[in-house]
């Protein structure tokens, strides 16, 4: 149980676009969950908490327009990279807790490439 | 920031026990110590909790030191498979997030 699907797995994108990466909560609901990144040889930098109803809640230095999350629904929390450039290639992550007992789950990741 | 330690790598023979110690000297009373792992380009995988007591589970199990300022993870019969970045995190109270750290490259040799 408590599975994290990340949608999609890799994706390349020209300079200028934007692009989307989907989480969902497949076998329990999350109120909320939260979006990470990677560069290459370093560790998951927490970028924002998404919440379900209601307005992301960024870390410091996270760049809210341009890093676009929608929490929808109970299961579903979205990521939008706008107008990226190749600064913004790097691998994200999402996670979700189904609940207060249990650990965190993670999705497998999202390789964004911007050329 | 990151309220943990570790050191940035460790190896270990196959099957036998791999420890991974970890700091967190300025913990709280109502914080959890939580472990996940990375294999490269991958989600990091859930592997243990605890708050006070040592855990078990079918992956590892969680020591921690009875004033809480230090936890040791042991995986009882490491296998090449247990390759990965480890990393421990504790949980500010009061908050969802975690905040990794930098973690422990744990290689698991023939």
């Known amino acids: 149980g408590a599975v994290v699907s990340q949608h999609p797995s890799w994706v390349i994108c020209k300079s200028g676009t934007s692009v989307k990466i989907e989480c969902r909560s497949l076998?329990?609901?999350?109120?909320?969950m939260f979006w990470y990144r990677q560069f290459p040889k370093q560790s998951l930098m927490l970028m924002a908490t998404?919440?379900?109803?209601?307005?992301?809640?960024?870390e410091q230095g996270v760049e809210k327009d341009k890093f676009l999350i929608n929490h929808a629904s109970l299961t579903l929390s979205t990521l939008t990279v706008t107008s990226a450039h190749p600064e913004d290639s790097s691998f994200y992550i999402c996670?979700?807790?189904?609940?207060?007992?249990?650990?965190?789950?993670f999705g497998s990741g999202t390789r964004l490439t911007v050329v | 920031d990151a309220k943990t330690t570790q050191p940035t790598s460790m190896d270990c023979a196959e099957g036998r026990a791999a420890n991974l110690p970890c700091n967190h000297s300025?913990?709280?009373?109502?914080?959890?110590v939580y472990w996940y792992r990375q294999i490269h380009s991958q989600g990091p995988q859930y592997i243990i909790h605890?708050?006070?007591n040592n855990e078990t589970n079918e992956m590892a199990s969680l020591i921690i030191t009875e004033d809480r300022k230090s936890s040791t993870l042991i995986l009882p019969h490491a296998t090449l498979r247990d390759t990965a970045v480890y990393y421990c995190?504790?949980?500010?109270?009061?908050?969802?997030?975690?905040?990794f750290g930098k973690g422990t490259k744990l290689t698991v040799n023939p």
């Open positions: 300025t913990i709280s009373g109502n914080e959890y």
């Open positions: 998404s919440n379900e109803g209601s307005k992301a809640t960024y």
């Open positions: 076998d329990f609901q999350a109120t909320t």
């Open positions: 605890g708050l006070k």
């Open positions: 995190i504790v949980r500010v109270a009061g908050s969802e997030k975690l905040v």
């Open positions: 996670s979700a807790r189904r609940g207060q007992d249990y650990g965190y789950t």
